[in-house]
């Protein structure tokens, strides 16, 4: 990706808690940049 912004590590978070692929999803919050309330929610 040539731009990463909130949305759209949100979204990869997103999407691997919706394939229930945990640790995977923990990996990218724990190296996001800037986390949010929608971020926390999204786990």
């Known amino acids: 990706m040539n731009v990463r912004d909130i ?3 949100t979204e990869m978070v997103k999407a ?3 394939f229930s ?19 926390y929610n999204a786990l």
Request: proline share 4%; net charge negative.
């Open 16 to 18: 691997y808690m919706e």
């Open 21 to 39: 692929y945990v640790d995977l999803a923990l990996k990218m919050f724990d190296g996001m940049p800037e986390k949010n309330c929608v971020t």
């Open 7 to 9: 949305i759209t590590w």
